[in-house]
């Protein structure tokens, strides 16, 4: 049994936090691993500033339909962008996914 003091983890090869030095804290259980989560993103650089994340990914597919829309270019079968053929079948799963269970893809609204 580990009675504390100089060990592997907390001396040998440093933090793996790149932000510096870490603190102890107390957090509840239920909130732990969504709070890892989100420490580790902001650690790593990743911009967490959305706090609702089905929103942003609504969002997303959203400004992808009008890109693609805007950049369409016009063949012999179509004048313009048809998003229900058959190509774009799994973006409108997905979608469907996100706006009726984000919870099945372990996305949360936070504003619930």
């Known amino acids: ?17 790149r932000s510096g030095p870490t603190k ?7 909130l732990e691993t ?6 580790r993103a902001i650690d790593s650089g990743i911009d967490v500033s959305h706090v609702n994340t089905d929103d942003l990914i609504k969002k997303a597919i959203d400004r ?10 016009p063949n012999q079968n179509s004048k ?5 053929t058959r190509a774009w079948d799994e973006l409108r799963k997905f979608q469907k996914l996100v706006r009726e269970n984000p919870q099945a893809l372990g996305i949360y609204d ?3």
Do not use: F
């Not at 049994?1 to 936090?17: I, L, Y």
């Not at 969504?34 to 420490?39: G, N, V």
């Open 80 to 84: 313009q962008l048809d998003t229900s």
């Open 110 to 112: 936070t504003c619930e």
């Open 64 to 73: 992808y339909i009008e890109y693609k829309r805007l950049n369409y270019h």
């Open 1 to 17: 049994m580990n009675k504390g003091g100089h060990t592997k983890g907390t001396w040998g090869s440093g933090s793996t936090w």
């Open 24 to 30: 102890t804290i107390r957090v509840p259980i239920a």
């Open 34 to 39: 969504q709070i890892m989560e989100y420490a």
